[in-house]
């Protein structure tokens, strides 16, 4: 089971990785262009917004209580009643999203009060962000129902087609800044264009694979059809439970709109780094463990479910622990490398290092609860998460106001990493509580390795790799090459300190 696991995961990971390096690209090419400037800000507001609410309904939350449904429905019933689940989840959810895209288009300037209520007193940045957000937001509807085939690829173990899906939006973003900006008399409305573009293309990409499993959606709506009803019952509360980290961010973003222009850009470029390991990594494990949880049990085969996420848990701390470490050390490598060209200044790659090492204090946090959270919603358990979520989502906010006078926008990034550490052991503590999951032998020993070999590396790239002044004054070739070494150096590091240190394989 193991062996099948991480090759799947090694799968998804890797397709992830490509598109994780397109998103890279894209935001050496945004940042390049536009810098951090109002314009930014608004874009990224109106992105956000659709975004947010995709990771929310589609990815978090539907994800989360449709895959288990599906795979009970695969395990014990009939194809034919496969298919009608399929068509009747297809035909209601895309008329809800229907209505939803057209309200949220049509209260495109209200929505912008609600998710960044500092624009208000900025009546230039608050217009551009309110038409653009009329843009970007039928791209809600697309991605969600991209998100829809791409559970139903996941649950029959097709993982590479959805894991590869993301990639075209990075490709049509990248297209419209190089290409469109110049058809548009407000430049960075060429962004906003390409996001709906990019929306559509993921959605018609996917049907071909459903049609080669006979799958194809012929949608019908019935809000009655007892599987819909099912899942909506665990979907309404996982809303919530599944999602604090993003409604997390999201508040973030609210109280940076009231901070100084280049706040709401420098925690989102801060957050697209740290995204990188938890999107290869963190995306690629919990894609490949929700079906495989909600297989063992809908077999009843608890023991083989405690395993799967004894063996996930060990690979999130085996990776996520030194990449804590290394983020952290070379944040500012990382930084003025990826970003320091054209209008993104050096004070940008100053204030987004602050909150990109303040987001890498949960790093490992944001990638369990991936993990954790599939082990509730792999039994359909709604409650449990959705407590839990609460209790971390008012602990973020105490926290943001508790530490945004002092750090700033840096503050309201470690709220969040706080937030997420302490949603993961929670989550951790239920799961034992609830005696679904018993840590198999040797954990002691395991993590004492990571932790030993983790602090041999971070020693060895802080020691090495220089001041932030030194960066910033070389060319981006010479950072790009210096980058490369040390990052090849800290993983041999790592790896070499763990065999000396006994460890073999999980």
Request: glycine residues 8%; aromatic residues 12%.
């Amino acid at each position: 089971m193991s062996k099948i696991l991480l090759k799947s995961t090694a799968m998804v990971g890797g397709v992830t990785l490509i598109s994780r390096i397109l998103g890279f690209i894209r935001d050496v090419v945004i940042a390049n262009h536009f810098g951090a400037g109002a314009s930014t800000d608004a874009f990224l507001i109106a992105f956000k917004i659709p975004n947010f609410m995709r990771r929310l309904f589609a990815e978090g939350a539907f994800s989360q209580a449709f895959i288990p449904i599906l795979s009970e429905y695969k395990t014990q019933r009939e194809k034919s009643e496969v298919k009608d689940l399929i068509n009747y989840v297809a035909g209601t959810l895309g008329g809800i999203l229907l209505i939803v895209t057209v309200i949220g288009m049509i209260g495109a300037s209200w929505l912008i009060l609600i998710f960044a209520p500092g624009f208000f007193y900025d009546p230039n940045k608050y217009a551009m962000a309110a038409s653009m957000l009329q843009v970007t937001f039928p791209y809600l509807l697309f991605i969600t129902l991209t998100a829809f085939a791409g559970s139903v690829l996941n649950t029959y173990g097709r993982f590479a087609v959805p894991a590869f899906t993301p990639v075209l939006l990075n490709l049509c973003m990248i297209g419209g800044t190089l290409w469109l900006v110049p058809f548009f008399e407000l430049p960075i409305m060429a962004l906003a264009w390409s996001v709906l573009l990019a929306g559509i293309l993921q959605l018609l990409f996917q049907l071909p694979f459903l049609a080669r499993l006979d799958l194809s959606p012929r949608p019908r709506f019935d809000w009655h059809h007892l599987g819909v009803v099912r899942i909506y019952r665990l979907m309404i509360p996982a809303l919530f439970g599944v999602s604090v980290t993003q409604i997390n961010l999201l508040i973030d973003t609210l109280m940076a709109s009231f901070l100084v222009t280049g706040s709401v850009s420098w925690l989102y470029y801060s957050d697209r780094l740290m995204e990188f390991p938890v999107g290869v990594f963190g995306l690629a494990l919990s894609t490949v463990t929700l079906p495989t949880l909600s297989k063992t049990v809908a077999e009843g085969d608890l023991a083989a479910y405690s395993k799967t996420l004894d063996w996930a848990l060990r690979w999130v701390c085996l990776l996520m622990i030194p990449a804590t470490v290394g983020m952290m050390v070379l944040a500012g490598p990382m930084l003025s490398t990826l970003f320091h060209s054209g209008q993104f200044s050096d004070h940008d790659v100053i204030m987004t290092m602050h909150s990109l090492i303040a987001y890498t204090v949960g790093l490992l946090g944001f990638v369990a609860v991936k993990v954790l959270a599939s082990g509730f919603y792999s039994r359909q358990d709604i409650r449990t998460p959705v407590r839990i979520g609460m209790i971390a989502m008012m602990t973020n906010i105490g926290l943001n106001l508790a530490l945004i006078i002092p750090l700033q926008h840096a503050g309201l990034a470690l709220s969040t990493a706080l937030a997420a550490l302490l949603n993961a052991w929670l989550l951790y503590y239920h799961l034992r509580r609830q005696n679904v999951y018993q840590p198999q032998p040797g954990w002691g020993k395991f993590l004492l390795q990571i932790v030993i070999a983790s602090g041999i590396m971070g020693l060895v790239l802080g020691w090495g790799s220089g001041p932030l002044s030194w960066w910033l004054n070389l060319s981006l070739m010479a950072r790009a090459g210096y980058l490369s070494a040390w990052i090849i150096a800290g993983l041999m590091i790592y790896g070499s300190s763990l065999v000396v240190l006994g460890f073999r394989k999980i």
